[in-house]
């Protein structure tokens, strides 16, 4: 087990591997690990949400943004139809697992506010 499969099973999250793709599921908000790469994905909205939606997606871009902010620059950003992905590349797996544990650690104030 490495460390961040370590670190995720402590908090409650959860890593599923599919390949060369990770999925980290955190309660209501997922993002994924490909390439020594991470893709944060925000939703937009396309305005047929209902306010529950709305207020899913407001956790979920909180979610991203926090975790983006703990990752550090430089960020780049990607649009793929009603999602926009922050994307953070790493050189190593080392740094790409630190890197996610700190940014975790960060929004834990955060979620426990949601």
């Known amino acids: 087990m490495t460390k961040l499969e370590d670190y995720l099973k402590r908090k409650g999250f959860t ?24 893709f944060l994905p925000i939703p937009l909205p396309t305005g047929r949400e209902s306010l529950d939606d709305l207020i ?13 902010q703990g990752l550090g620059a430089p960020l780049e950003y990607k649009l793929d139809n009603a999602t926009i ?9 080392e740094d790409l697992e630190n890197s996610i544990i700190k940014a975790l650690e960060g929004i834990e104030s955060l979620r426990y506010f949601l």
Not at 19 to 38: A, P
Not at 56 to 68: E, K, N, P
């Open 15 to 38: 890593i599923v591997i599919e390949g060369q793709r990770e999925r980290i599921l955190m309660d209501n908000y997922e993002f994924f690990i490909e390439n020594l790469t991470i």
């Open 85 to 93: 992905y922050i994307i953070k590349k790493f050189q190593n797996r």
């Open 56 to 68: 899913g997606m407001g956790i979920r871009y909180a979610r991203a943004s926090r975790i983006s």
